[in-house]
T-cell receptor
Framework: GQQVMQIPQYQHVQEGEDFTTYCNSS?????IQWYKQRPGGHPVFLIQ?????EVKKQKRLTFQFGEAKKNSSLHITATQTTDVGTYFC??????????FGSGTKLNVKP | NAGVTQTPKFQVLKTGQSMTLQCAQD?????MYWYRQDPGMGLRLIYY???????DKGEVPNGYNVSRLNKREFSLRLESAAPSQTSVYFC??????????FGPGTRLLVL
């Protein structure tokens, strides 16, 4: 199957610090999505990136899609305790089948 | 609108028992999916249904069967449960733009 590497696996930050998670694919992607899962909850869609080099912002969250469409990142500026959860990338190779990265678990200390 | 609902929320089975996990959506989406999530791991696709009347295997289909009963409902059946099937099971639907909406999950423990 398709492989995607997501790093880091865990990140512990002090509230107010920044956070970044990276998603890398060995093959070119069609699109990529990002999801957030709160502890004990279900994944919730955050955003979809489509174009090479695309950058999208949602308040303190910045999403980037690499120029070669093989990697993506999610950056959170000035983390808050409400950012706690696991962030998953979901690269799209085929619009019927979806694969998820292993996720980055973010813990924010107040 | 309820979105995506799953029943049951929790289930404990003994090895060899069978059960069906139910999923229903009121979002009028054509595509539906079943995933499993093991502790500390990402989601792995078990089966999906691109439209009513069709189903296809995902990454980890062994030990499972599915039925797309109608546009609203997509069920997942474990014929003979094994401890390796202990997991959280999520159902999801997909919009035309590929956004997925997940149900709350079913937590399954197989002893």
């Amino acid at each position: 199957g398709q492989q995607v590497m997501q790093i880091p696996q865990y990140q512990h930050v002090q509230e107010g610090e920044d956070f970044t998670t990276y998603c890398n694919s060995s093959t070119t992607l069609s699109n990529i999505q990002w999801y957030k899962q709160r502890p004990g909850g279900h994944p919730v869609f955050l955003i979809q990136l489509v174009k090479s080099g695309e950058v999208k912002k949602q308040k303190r969250l910045t999403f980037q899609f690499g120029e070669a469409k093989k990697n993506s990142s999610l950056h959170i500026t000035a983390t808050q305790t409400t950012d706690v959860g696991t962030y998953f990338c979901a690269p799209i190779y085929n619009f019927n089948k979806f694969y998820f990265g292993s996720g980055t678990k973010l813990n924010v200390k107040p | 609108n309820a979105g995506v609902t799953q029943t049951p929320k929790f289930q404990v089975l003994k090895t060899g028992q069978s059960m069906t996990l139910q999923c229903a959506q009121d979002m009028n989406h054509n595509s539906m999916y079943w995933y499993r999530q093991d502790p500390g791991m990402g989601l792995r696709l078990i089966y999906y249904s691109a439209s009513e009347g069709t189903t296809d295997k995902g990454e980890v289909p062994n030990g499972y069967n599915v039925s797309r009963l109608n546009k609203r409902e997509f069920s997942l059946r474990l014929e003979s449960a094994a401890p390796s099937q202990t997991s959280v099971y999520f159902c999801a639907t997909r919009t035309g733009m590929a956004t997925q909406y997940f149900g709350p999950g079913t937590r399954l423990l197989v002893l």
